[in-house]
């Protein structure tokens, strides 16, 4: 019973470092837009999304049911097989972070859930229908929704603004952006948040600490509350930069469109309980926002970067939390031989970051971009240049025409004899 209690103590402090990673692998979907358009400081941004992320984890229990109730056969799962899945969540979360790729927190807990439960149970404990509707259909949908509303959005708010850029306007849709910012992040706490109360809730299932079907109590709620509010409030400003200034240039009334419409779909997936990943709707935002505006134009090399990690989010973590289920099977020392590989090959990343020192100093730094790429580069050249450019700029790009040679006509004293006939 003691090696039992010890393992599961394991797993809940391992749920919440997960919960920890969540928080600032996903500051960027509240706050990027916020901060790359100056409406708020990024530490104050950062404060601000971290709070709301605690109130917004009191909100509801449904995507937390989702996971531990409907994703896989709970009957079946041993504490470790929880402690494995975790394991591959957090080694993809940190490996995304180093590089700066917005993918998926929600995903790749999935992911590592699924292939430590298919490597302990089989392919029967999973069930396949929830994770289809609640996982893998709402991974496709969520960024062409929100990028499709964000970008109509965009145009609408440019067309009824077209006579209105004056400084009461911008400033009007900088106050915009800061409310939709924290409704983002409020439902970021509703959502993700949630995703750590359920595979805690599973853990304390398959450990006996709770009856099958139970609610995640109230201890779990606080402490994954705190975890993700206090991961947010860290900033994970690799993903900051990235999404703020890598995938377009967006102006206030952009991110007002971006965040209002990635607030929208993720409140309504945690009220039906869908395990949304809030990265994939943020980012389709950001990026209909960038193709709503004339003449803005999304960075499509680092969008398909993105899109990459997206799909390898889930195949990814499966096989680490299939190949770390596999040696936790030995017995307790293969336990403690997957925590020494995490926490070796957490703090291996944590060195590896520092070669590059990225904070809240020059996350917003306007001499950073990202390498265009040939698609965008293409793009650039047929697109109209941004709402708002002046005569000048345009001016600006035109080289200057060059003079043209003159040529000397002969002078009557240079001029050669005429030929006798």
Do not use: C
């Not at 069930?127 to 509303?149: N, R």
């Not at 304390?204 to 201890?219: D, H, M």
């Amino acid at each position: 019973m003691e090696s039992f209690s010890l393992i599961l103590a394991i797993v809940v402090i391992t749920a919440l470092a997960f919960d920890f990673t969540n928080g600032f692998h996903d500051t960027a979907n509240a706050m990027a837009t916020t901060i790359s358009t100056g409406a708020l400081k990024p530490k104050v941004a950062v404060a601000m999304s971290a709070a709301l992320n605690l109130v917004g984890a009191f909100l509801s229990v449904e995507v937390a049911n989702t996971i531990s109730k409907g994703l896989v056969d709970e009957t079946g799962i041993r504490p470790e097989v929880i402690f494995a899945a975790l394991t591959g969540a957090i080694l993809w979360n940190l490996l995304t972070w180093l590089v700066g790729l917005p993918s998926s927190s929600s995903h790749a807990l999935m992911g590592g859930l699924v292939g430590a439960t298919v490597a302990s149970a089989g392919f029967g404990a999973v069930h396949g229908d929830a994770l289809v509707t609640k996982v893998l259909l709402p991974a496709v949908a969520a960024p062409i929704v929100a990028g499709l509303a964000t970008m109509f959005a965009t145009r609408l708010s440019y067309g009824i603004g077209r006579d209105g850029d004056t400084p009461a306007t911008r400033k009007g849709y900088r106050a915009g952006q800061i409310a939709s910012a924290g409704l983002v992040s409020l439902a970021h706490g509703t959502n993700d948040a949630q995703k750590t109360m359920g595979i805690i809730t599973l853990a304390l299932i398959a450990g006996g600490a709770l009856s099958p079907g139970s609610n995640p109590p109230t201890w779990v709620i606080l402490s994954a509350g705190l975890a993700i509010a206090l991961g947010t409030y860290i900033g994970g400003w690799r993903i900051i930069r990235t999404m703020g200034k890598g995938l377009t240039d967006l102006e206030p009334r952009q991110g007002f469109a971006a965040q209002t419409s990635a607030a929208t779909a993720i409140l309504a997936s945690s009220h039906l309980g869908f395990s949304l990943s809030t990265t994939h709707v943020v980012s389709g935002s950001v990026m209909g926002a960038g193709l709503g505006r004339k003449g803005g134009v999304v960075r499509w090399s680092t969008a398909s970067r993105m899109f990459v990690a997206w799909a390898l989010t889930l195949p990814a973590a499966a096989l680490v939390g299939a190949g770390a289920e596999a040696v936790t099977g030995l017995g307790d020392w293969g336990t403690g031989l997957v925590a020494l590989f995490l926490i070796g090959s957490s703090f291996a990343i944590w060195k590896i970051s520092r070669r590059e020192v990225i904070d809240h100093t020059h996350v917003a730094a306007e001499e950073y971009t990202e390498p265009a790429g040939v698609v965008t580069t293409a793009m650039a050249m047929v697109t109209p240049p941004p709402v708002g450019m002046v005569a000048d700029d345009l001016t600006a790009t035109i080289p200057a025409a060059t003079a043209e040679p003159r040529t000397t006509e002969p002078t009557p004293a240079t001029t050669a004899p005429s030929a006798r006939v």
